[in-house]
Nanobody, 119 residues
């Protein structure tokens, strides 16, 4: 069983920054691929970014490239999402997810943290 707890959301003005954190339980966190997703009001959940178990490979959605950075600290069982140059369209509930099987899909999800960007 894996528990994921997100934090760091809040209200920020357009152009500002936030850093989300996702703390994971479990002794094998370092073997999981991790990802961030988001769901905006009235929209489907969408992929934001992912990071390999080692942290050497990252993947970003086109909508956040150059603005968001995913990283992880396996010693702290934590994955981060640094969000810069935020836009009102980034407003959403952000979720972290873990792929514990190594072959997808993401099988554990956090409860989400709200990010609101004002114009």
């Amino acid at each position: 069983q894996v528990q994921l707890v997100e934090s760091g959301g809040g209200l920020v003005q357009a152009g500002g920054s936030l850093r989300l954190s996702c703390a994971a339980s479990g002794r094998t966190f370092s073997s999981y691929q991790m990802a961030w997703f988001r769901r905006a009001p009235g929209k489907e959940r969408e992929f934001v970014a992912a990071i390999s178990w080692s942290g050497r490979s990252t993947y970003n959605a086109d909508s956040v490239k150059g603005r968001f950075t995913i990283s992880r600290d396996n010693a702290k069982n934590t994955v981060y999402l640094q969000m810069n140059s935020l836009k009102p369209e980034d407003t959403a509930v952000y979720y972290c997810a873990a792929d514990t099987n190594g072959a997808g899909p993401y099988d554990y999800w956090g409860q989400g943290t709200q990010v609101t960007v004002s114009s």
